[in-house]
């Protein structure tokens, strides 16, 4: 009898071993993928009131109050929950105040020049805006913490800067969409800024 059950489970093993390897199909390793993104459409609504500036931001984004130990009283982020975005936006009423206004050209340059450690090139250009006005537009590449910044200012009273940061980990080029996406709506607000 012992005989026999050893040939039974032989036998079994055999056909198990046969049907296993006929009925699998050819395995093909996949490509290495992303997770898709859906960007909503690009809407806007102007700011609300209380700022000496007023400009129009996504629908798809919430006003905060910045509460950093540094902030001014006009700083906002501009927050994207779906998108774990956040356009910093500082103000500095300069007041016909020479030195007030040459520190915070400085400090834009040196902010946006922090980032030459890890950034492949810095891409600075101006924008004309529609109120007549210009912006300085930097647009840096790499893996930055900061993919795109602005400054404007009237050059007598006010000094509005922006910068987009993400509150994640994602290499930048993962991020590409929504970096642009996110340009897209920083160059509404400054093509709709307006001084009060």
């Known amino acids: 009898m012992p005989r026999f059950a050893g040939r039974l489970a032989w036998l079994g093993a055999l056909a198990l071993g046969l049907a296993a390897c006929t009925a699998a199909p050819d395995f093909?390793?996949?490509?290495?993928?992303?997770?898709?993104?859906?960007?909503?459409?690009?809407?806007?609504?102007p700011l609300p009131g209380g700022h000496p500036y007023t400009f129009d931001y996504s629908q798809s984004a919430v006003v905060k109050r910045d509460s950093s130990y540094m902030a001014q009283p006009?700083?906002?982020?501009?927050?994207?929950p779906q998108?774990?975005?956040n356009v910093q936006i500082t103000y500095m009423d300069v007041a016909r105040d020479r030195?007030?206004?040459?520190?915070?050209?400085e400090d834009a340059r040196r902010l946006t020049g922090k980032h030459q450690v890890?950034?492949?090139?810095?891409?600075?250009?101006?924008?004309?805006?529609?109120?007549?006005?210009?912006?300085?537009?930097?647009e840096l590449q790499g893996e930055v913490p900061s993919q795109f910044q602005f400054y404007t200012t009237d050059s007598t009273k006010h000094f509005l800067r922006g910068?987009?940061?993400?509150?994640?980990?994602t290499a930048n080029d993962s991020l590409a969409p929504v970096i642009e996406?996110?340009?897209?709506?920083?160059?509404q607000m400054l093509n709709t800024l307006k001084y009060r």
Do not use: C
Not at 99 to 105: D, G, P, S, T
Not at 125 to 134: E, T, V
Not at 163 to 169: E, K, M, N, P
């Open 181 to 187: 996406y996110v340009k897209t709506d920083m160059v």
């Open 163 to 169: 910068a987009l940061y993400f509150q994640t980990a």
């Open 118 to 138: 890890k950034a492949t090139a810095i891409d600075e250009r101006i924008l004309k805006m529609p109120n007549g006005m210009r912006a300085s537009v930097f």
């Open 74 to 80: 006009h700083w906002l982020n501009i927050y994207y």
């Open 83 to 85: 998108l774990h975005a």
């Open 28 to 45: 093909t390793p996949k490509p290495k993928g992303y997770n898709r993104i859906v960007l909503p459409p690009h809407r806007y609504r």
């Open 99 to 105: 030195r007030l206004y040459n520190k915070m050209m």
